[in-house]
């Protein structure tokens, strides 16, 4: 008996201060999510989030993280002004978070200051990539390397190490982007993310939530 109860201790210390392990959302679980701004999409293990006026998002209410990892494959379109994909996070409401989105037709845009706002950080609602970009130009967004198709697949991985923010695209070892959380709050839901007019495809959705220490 004294060995059972042992064995129960360590595993939910281990549980609860172990090595974080990869999770992956299940898309097809509608009932966890709530939608933002759009249509409700078929539920797949690939979800398509259809074009609308304004911003919107897929939210996934069943997680809060404050530091760790969100990884996904993204499909946008190389429609110039009409495609804005992303992954949204540190969620409190459809108002208020942070993301970080791609702008697929800078990816190989033969305008060189075009293609420099390739990838976008943003924290709403004090901080839309307007502001960002008025205010400290250059600093809050970037070009993609390696340069993904713009009307294919690639895969986005967001590493949340609070005050650091750091994406990175397909294999590369060095990210895209790096910048400091401008928000106010440091833990939330996390979410797939679109911009005005944009046919937004999204499947494997991992997220590896920090080391608890």
């Not at 990869?22 to 409700?40: C, F, H, T």
């Not at 845009?109 to 502001?131: E, F, I, M």
């Not at 949340?160 to 923010?165: A, D, M, T, V, W």
């Not at 911009?195 to 939530?209: E, Q, R, S």
């Amino acid at each position: 008996m004294k060995k059972i109860l042992i064995l129960l201790l360590l595993t939910v210390v281990s549980n609860a201060f172990g090595q974080s392990k990869p999770q992956k959302i299940d898309l097809k679980e509608g009932a966890r999510w709530s939608v933002y701004n759009r249509l409700m999409p078929v539920w797949k293990d690939t979800i398509v989030l259809g074009k609308n006026d304004s911003d919107g998002m897929m939210v996934f209410n069943d997680f809060q993280m404050n530091n760790g990892s969100i990884e996904c494959n993204l499909k946008g379109q190389n429609i110039l002004q009409q495609s804005f994909i992303g992954i949204a996070f540190n969620i409190q409401d459809d108002k208020t978070y942070e993301h970080i989105y791609f702008r697929p037709f800078n990816f190989m845009n033969p305008d060189t200051a075009r293609r420099k706002r390739a990838v976008q950080y943003g924290s709403l609602p004090a901080h839309p990539w307007s502001k960002l970009r008025e205010d400290s130009p250059g600093k809050y967004e970037n070009k993609v390397n390696p340069v993904p198709d713009p009307d294919g697949w690639f895969h986005v991985r967001i590493v949340i190490e609070k005050p650091l923010i750091k994406a990175f695209v397909n294999e590369a070892k060095e990210p895209c982007l790096v910048v400091e959380s401008l928000a106010a709050n440091s833990a939330g839901k996390i979410g797939l993310w679109t911009g005005p007019m944009t046919l937004g495809t999204f499947t494997n959705l991992i997220v590896t939530p920090a080391e608890k220490k």
